[in-house]
């Protein structure tokens, strides 16, 4: 992958974050001063146990959530010190979110679910172009029901992809799908990074993926436990669990 060019390193960068939720007495640390940098256009997976914060880390880092100290550097804009406003625009233009439940609205078609998303968002693609892109060119008007798991995934990715974001952020995107769907939506993911050279996080708690990223980033009790960059990273294909 060619990268190493200084503008596309450091796209992302979390310093010295923190995120403490207090409930009464308790004090949960859920994010304990959490460091990392993540370069331009990389394939990222973060793993780690349960609890461990890698969700409330992609909240953040989507701006659907707020640290309670440190720094958060999205292509050189600090997001932790956006007001509330500013931060509705990032999540609305510069981020696409992929969830474990695909959240499409029920009696929408996936070409409408797709262009919905779109008419809050500033500079969008074509909905039609995007779900031809993910697999869905004779799909477009059919509504969630009618469309397999592994289909109205495809669509949510269209949706995020549509918007043209910064960042791809994906929440398990896996997580409710059989072995090979999953790993067709993986290939999914992997190949819109390659190919529109997109900044891709994705949440799992399946360590052997790992070999698929270009860099893994493992957390536990809320922190980085350990961080590294693939050489060679594996096409989905080669990858069994
Ligand atoms: N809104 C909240 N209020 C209180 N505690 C929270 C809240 N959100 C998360 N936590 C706590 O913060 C910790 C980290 O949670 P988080 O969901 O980020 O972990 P995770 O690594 O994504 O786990 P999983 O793989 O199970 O989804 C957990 O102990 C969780 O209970």
Not at 123 to 147: C, H, I, M, S, T
Request: net charge neutral.
């Amino acid at each position: 992958m060619a990268k190493n060019q200084d503008f596309e390193k450091d796209f992302v960068k979390l310093k010295n974050v923190s995120k403490i939720y207090r409930m009464g007495e308790v004090e949960i640390r859920a994010v304990d001063k959490i460091e990392f940098a993540i370069d331009k256009g990389e394939f990222v997976v973060v793993v780690g146990p349960s609890g461990a914060g890698k969700t409330t880390v992609l909240n953040i880092l989507g701006g659907m959530d707020t640290v309670t100290s440190g720094d958060v550097l999205v292509d050189g804009e600090n997001i932790a010190k956006y007001s509330q406003r500013k931060l509705t625009g990032y999540r609305r233009d510069d981020i696409g979110f992929v969830f474990q439940f695909y959240n499409l609205v029920p009696n929408l078609t996936a070409k409408e679910n797709v262009e919905l998303a779109l008419q809050i968002c500033k500079e969008p693609l074509d909905a039609v172009q995007v779900l031809k892109e993910v697999g869905l060119g004779n799909r477009l008007d059919n509504f969630p029901a009618q469309l397999s798991g592994g289909e109205q995934q495809r669509v949510s990715i269209a949706r995020a992809l549509a918007k043209n974001p910064k960042l791809l952020l994906c929440d398990e995107p896996t997580g409710a799908l059989d072995y090979q769907t999953g790993k067709a939506i993986l290939k999914l993911l992997q190949d819109t990074c390659r190919q529109k050279k997109m900044t891709v996080i994705v949440i799992t708690h399946n360590s052997a993926l790992t070999p698929m990223a270009d860099r893994v980033i493992k957390i536990k009790n809320g922190k980085v436990s350990k961080m590294y960059l693939n050489e060679n990273p594996e096409p989905i294909e080669n990858i069994e669990w």
